[in-house]
């Protein structure tokens, strides 16, 4: 299986309230050597067999990202069994 990762990003000129709100926060926290904080989404697309980048381009396009506001990327990444939460 092949798995495609979509990264869905504001566009930079685009305001974004989440990521600041995330940066406001970060002193309190005592993080004070943060400059910004952009927040986005990651949607992983399982393909049968071999990755198609252009379907995968094409679903981004017209369905995951808008293009007006957002830019994407893709990336194949090889398909991992779901990873366990690492935090202690």
Same mark, same amino acid.
């Not at 910004?36 to 990651?42: D, E, K, P, T």
């Not at 194949?76 to 398909?79: I, L, N, P």
């Given at each position: 299986? *092949?798995?495609v990762v979509v990264d869905v990003m =504001?566009? $930079?000129e685009i =305001?974004? $309230?989440q990521g600041q709100a995330? *940066?406001?926060a970060l002193p309190r926290l005592g993080?004070?050597?943060?400059a910004?904080?952009?927040?986005?989404?990651?949607i992983?697309?399982?393909f049968v067999g071999e990755p198609d980048l252009d379907r995968a381009r094409e679903i981004a396009d017209k369905l995951l990202a808008n293009p007006v506001i957002e830019d994407f990327s893709i990336r194949?990444?090889? *398909?991992e069994p779901d990873a366990v939460d690492s935090r202690s």
């Open positions: 299986m *092949a798995r =504001l566009k $930079p =305001l974004d $309230p995330v *940066a406001n993080v004070d050597d943060v910004s904080v952009r927040i986005g989404r990651r992983e697309i399982d194949v990444v090889d *398909a």
